[in-house]
């Protein structure tokens, strides 16, 4: 395995494929472990190909076992992913970019303007579909910051009928969402 890894960092695409063909077992039952807004099973899939030739990329020849630490390569990506904190790199950073901070540099490009406003969207027509004391709670907990036992204390409901309430009024927003 360390003479195709070495031969895919020397940029021979055959031995890349080899690579990734593989872990596309892995790629795909972890790929269908994860329910991620905004990417659809072949996004995933995508994804876990490109942690593999970042994989490549980043990996030392001679240090340990290729295969388990492109294994852990690929589980932990998928996590950063449902983190949220891979933000829409699809490609696969170059030696320069090893040491690229994403939070100091990242510039919203128009894909994620563009998936922003889908998902406001998104949440606007959902937020309408609850009732309006639902959506007051959810307000008040999430827009205003207010705690539950502060918006109970101003009514004459228990702070676990809020508690009862909000988690109801999210599975709405998330069944319609």
Same mark, same amino acid.
Request: with cysteine.
């Given at each position: @395995?360390?003479?195709?890894?070495?031969?895919?960092?020397?940029?021979?695409?055959?031995?890349?494929?080899?690579?990734?063909?593989?872990?596309?077992?892995?790629?795909?039952?972890? $790929? $269908?472990?994860?329910?991620?807004? %905004?990417?659809?099973?072949?996004?995933?899939?995508?994804?876990?190909? =490109?942690?593999?030739?970042?994989?490549?990329?980043?990996?030392? =020849? %001679? $240090?340990?076992?290729?295969?388990?630490?492109?294994?852990?390569?690929?589980?932990?990506?998928?996590?950063?992913?449902?983190? %949220?904190?891979?933000?829409?790199?699809?490609?696969?950073?170059?030696?320069?970019?090893?040491?690229?901070?994403?939070?100091?540099?990242?510039?919203?490009?128009?894909?994620?303007?563009?998936?922003?406003?889908?998902?406001?969207?998104?949440?606007?027509?959902?937020?309408?579909?609850?009732?309006?004391?639902?959506?007051?709670?959810?307000?008040?907990?999430?827009? @205003?910051?207010?705690?539950?036992?502060?918006?109970?204390?101003?009514?004459?409901?228990?702070?676990?009928?809020?508690?009862?309430?909000?988690?109801?009024?999210?599975?709405?927003?998330?069944?319609?969402?």
């Amino acid at each position: @395995m360390e003479k195709l890894v070495e031969k895919a960092k020397n940029g021979d695409r055959g031995a890349t494929e080899l690579i990734i063909g593989k872990f596309n077992y892995l790629i795909f039952k972890e $790929s $269908s472990r994860y329910h991620i807004p %905004g990417y659809d099973t072949q996004d995933l899939i995508q994804h876990g190909y =490109l942690s593999v030739i970042k994989a490549i990329a980043l990996y030392k =020849l %001679g $240090s340990n076992s290729f295969n388990g630490y492109c294994i852990n390569a690929i589980r932990m990506n998928f996590r950063a992913l449902l983190k %949220g904190e891979i933000k829409h790199f699809r490609e696969v950073p170059n030696s320069n970019m090893i040491d690229f901070d994403a939070q100091e540099h990242y510039e919203f490009t128009l894909e994620d303007e563009v998936i922003a406003y889908d998902e406001a969207k998104n949440l606007y027509i959902a937020l309408n579909t609850l009732e309006p004391f639902e959506r007051y709670i959810i307000e008040r907990y999430y827009i @205003m910051g207010h705690s539950l036992t502060e918006i109970a204390s101003t009514t004459d409901k228990s702070y676990h009928q809020y508690v009862r309430i909000k988690k109801k009024a999210l599975e709405k927003l998330k069944a319609n969402m």
